[in-house]
């Protein structure tokens, strides 16, 4: 499994990752590579649902709050055969509903589960990929999103799905202007091909190499927010209200160093914008309020000084290896300077935990015998000469606040989400693993290959 990009992962691996089983239901995944598994809850309830979906049957299993079975239910796979396992939905009753895509029908399967009569209600829904392309999907106050751009207009379409009906939501973009890196006028569509959109989870940690993408989506209830940071000198954002379908369009500008910057990006959070921009010489970071755009913090950092909001190394990490120290800020900053820059924000009950960086892909012909940044990430290789390799690498900190923007000197505890990587990781029997971020604590569930049982078990964040 892809490592996230943290600091607390070095902690994580020299603290025991406490860990709690809460429950475990036996089942056998025969075919394996043909099952799906979603662990949910349902935000008005607060009851966790877990839906195992084999080749031939489903299974759905009922918790409380208190992670006690109370329910199941367990059914055929009937009009959803070689279907995919899109998402979930829950309905005023109580009762999920699934959504089963099919892109060769181009279609999504609606099956709403009624548990208490042990009987379900299909619908079929057409996925206009015709004309249109699927951006994302995503599930918001217990209704399910399908979000999908136009080939041709300058346009995106929100689908809603609340009570087994979708409500489509129109959001025209063609009367905005839109400038390329190098200010070129582009359309809409052209700047979402160069950019792709990358979605957001709200209320966890986005890890770095999802947060240097320059088209982010913030989902809120019934509202989304999307930035657009292809120019180095402004993030452009879009406001958009799913009731009543109004865009309104923001602009923070970027400020300027001594030097152009080479990467740039930003971060919105709690109705705040982070951004940063970074050149050889020198690294800008403000905090912006997002409805006045005023600067609430503002950091300059050069070559040559001591980076003062940092509570982690200068790390550098080369695919899945140990991160390296970088000593000096100089070395920082001109390897982040030839990246793509971008910046996570994760609150949990206690602080602010900032991560600062940038990621990037290479192909390098790397000497292994002579000098060179990769040296020491190589590991044993068969003989001295040329290498032509193509490598995911990073540079980055962490840095933790108050929730009151006060930089703090606290130590850098590990997060649950550190400790279910490192879990993972070390557990071979994991497959198919689902994680659940409740209000305490969050759940990895998974099927055990060996014990050939579902497992959730506990995570909360800090040291134990």
Not at 48 to 70: E, H, Q, R, T, W
Not at 298 to 311: A, H, L, P
Not at 331 to 336: A, P, T
């Amino acid at each position: 499994m892809k490592q996230i990009f943290l600091f607390l992962s070095i902690i994580c691996s020299t603290v025991s990752i406490s860990q709690t089983v809460l429950t475990s239901y036996p089942i056998d995944l025969k075919n394996k590579m043909h099952s799906e598994t979603l662990n949910a809850e349902n935000t008005v309830t607060h009851d966790v649902f877990v839906f195992i979906a084999a080749p031939d049957s489903l299974s759905i299993l009922k918790y409380n709050s208190a992670i006690f079975l109370k329910d199941k239910f367990v059914t055929s796979r009937q009009f959803v055969e070689n279907k995919s396992l899109l998402g979930y939905s829950f309905s005023e009753d109580g009762n999920p509903t699934l959504y089963w895509f099919s892109e060769q029908e181009k279609s999504i399967i609606l099956i709403k589960y009624y548990l208490e009569t042990k009987t379900s209600r299909a619908l079929k829904f057409q996925v206009p990929l015709d004309e249109q392309s699927i951006i994302t999907y995503y599930k918001k106050d217990n209704n399910f999103y399908l979000l999908l751009k136009y080939k041709e207009k300058q346009a995106l379409t929100a689908f809603v799905f609340k009570n087994g009906m979708a409500e489509e939501k129109f959001l025209d973009f063609s009367s905005f202007t839109f400038r390329d890196r190098r200010t070129q006028q582009k359309t809409f569509n052209q700047i979402l091909n160069e950019n792709p959109i990358e979605k957001m989870d709200s209320g966890e940690y986005n890890p770095l190499f999802n947060v240097v993408a320059k088209s982010k989506l913030y989902t809120l209830p019934n509202r989304l927010i999307l930035t657009l940071d292809q120019s180095l000198r402004k993030t452009q954002l879009f406001d958009i209200n799913l009731d009543n379908l109004e865009i309104k369009e923001k602009t923070f500008t970027q400020r300027l160093g001594h030097k152009n910057p080479r990467t740039s990006n930003s971060f919105y959070h709690e109705n705040k914008l982070y951004q940063v921009n970074v050149n050889p010489d020198e690294l800008l970071f403000d905090i912006k309020d997002y409805n006045s755009g005023e600067i609430i913090k503002s950091f300059i950092v050069s070559k040559n000084d001591t980076i003062r909001f940092i509570n982690s190394p200068l790390l550098m990490q080369v695919e899945n290896r140990k991160p390296k120290d970088l000593k000096k800020t100089s070395k920082f900053l001109k390897e982040l300077s030839s990246l793509d820059a971008g910046l996570s924000v994760f609150k949990n009950k206690k602080n602010l935990f900032i991560t600062l960086g940038g990621s990037g892909r290479e192909s390098k012909a790397l000497f292994i015998n002579g000098y060179n940044m990769f040296d020491d990430f190589m590991g044993d290789f068969p003989s001295a000469g040329y290498y032509n390799l193509d490598t995911n690498y990073s540079v980055f900190f962490e840095s933790v606040w108050t929730k009151k923007l006060e930089f703090t000197q606290d130590s850098h505890e590990p997060l649950a989400a550190d400790k279910i990587y490192n879990f993972i990781d070390s557990h071979k029997e994991i497959f198919l693993p689902n994680i659940l971020k409740l209000n305490d604590y969050s759940i990895l569930g998974y099927y055990d290959m060996n014990a050939k049982v579902y497992i959730m078990r506990k995570f909360t964040d800090g040291f134990n």
